[in-house]
């Protein structure tokens, strides 16, 4: 992912004037969490890691349409491309009356928790369970809180929305941990040996991970009939992510009866949002169709 990391490291500045609230997930402590020297860095260009309090930062729109997306960046589950696929994104989602909440969550290190596996999908639940547990608050709709990743960040919000049904965090109001749709965007989606993204499942599961990990955490083998209504995009020429990614998870939805639409760009490489104007405008349109804005 070196590629796309270069090209965005120097853009998109100024995104405070956008942020209306940092939201700390967990005021009372974070759990899967050990004392350690990790302190986080790369604010300042835009590409966060060593997180080790998590956060939601809120982008609202000017007039909101009671629709909630959760921004997931990705990164390889090294880094977090905070700016660039968070805040940027954000930004436009903002602009159609969506409101956005871009999630700087943990990425997976043995430094900082007793099981790195679940750390980062803890934080997604956790980001969940708070909209819609304050969904007044925010005037969202609890019933359209969806997540939306790229790269390791799509693989993370595939895994929310296929191990919603074990809560990985504490939940005694039982609050629904389903998102009610997910977009990916380049997503990496499996961690089986002929098509995984090496980086992203090496971080994720360790180098030599055991198959039952490889199976639990390759998310087009835990789809269901009540897996939420899925947008997928992705270029065929893609030279990090293999486009295979979406293909297998698209069929396995279909199969599931799962409502899904796939938008596959025949050029653009990992990371096209970067290069191709326009590529939101399917997504929009996408979620007039299913009257989520």
């Given at each position: 992912m070196k590629t796309k990391l270069l090209i965005i490291t120097a853009l998109f500045c100024g995104f405070s004037a956008f942020s209306q609230e940092k939201i700390n997930l967990y005021p009372n402590g974070v759990p899967n969490s050990k004392p350690s020297s990790v302190i986080e860095?790369?604010?300042?260009?835009?590409?966060?890691?060593g997180i080790t309090n998590p956060t939601l930062e809120y982008i609202k729109p000017?007039?909101?349409?009671?629709?909630?997306?959760?921004?997931?960046?990705?990164?390889?589950?090294?880094?977090i491309?905070?700016?660039g696929e968070g805040l940027n994104t954000a930004k436009s989602l903002s602009e159609k009356?969506?409101?956005?909440?871009?999630?700087?969550?943990?990425?997976?290190?043995?430094?900082?928790?007793?099981?790195?596996?679940?750390?980062?999908l803890q934080d997604v639940q956790q980001s969940i369970k708070y909209l819609r547990e304050n969904a007044d608050k925010y005037g969202i709709d609890k019933n359209k809180i969806g997540v939306m990743g790229f790269s390791a960040g799509g693989h993370l919000a595939s895994t929310a929305a296929t191990h919603f049904e074990k809560s990985y965090i504490e939940n005694i109001q039982n609050t629904n941990l389903r998102p009610d749709f997910q977009i990916l965007v380049y997503p990496v989606i499996t961690m089986q040996d002929a098509l995984t993204h090496g980086g992203s499942r090496d971080a994720l599961i360790g180098k030599n991970p055991l198959q039952e990990d490889k199976d639990l955490f390759s998310n087009e083998l835990?789809?269901?009939?009540?897996?939420?209504?899925?947008?997928?995009t992705h270029a065929a020429d893609?030279?990090?992510?293999?486009?295979?990614?979406?293909?297998?998870?698209?069929?396995?939805?279909?199969?599931?009866?799962?409502?899904?639409?796939m938008h596959i760009f025949p050029k653009g490489d990992h990371g096209f949002i970067f290069r191709q104007k326009g590529w939101m405008t399917p997504l929009f349109d996408w979620m007039e169709r299913n009257k989520i804005i």
């Open positions: 860095s790369g604010a300042e260009r835009g590409l966060i890691k000017e007039k909101p349409n009671g629709s909630a997306i959760i921004v997931i960046a990705g990164g390889g589950y090294g880094v491309v905070y700016n009356g969506i409101s956005a909440f871009v999630l700087k969550y943990r990425l997976p290190s043995d430094e900082i928790m007793p099981d790195k596996k679940i750390g980062p835990q789809v269901k009939a009540n897996t939420p209504m899925t947008w997928l893609d030279k990090v992510v293999d486009v295979d990614n979406s293909v297998q998870y698209f069929e396995q939805l279909r199969k599931n009866k799962v409502e899904v639409e």
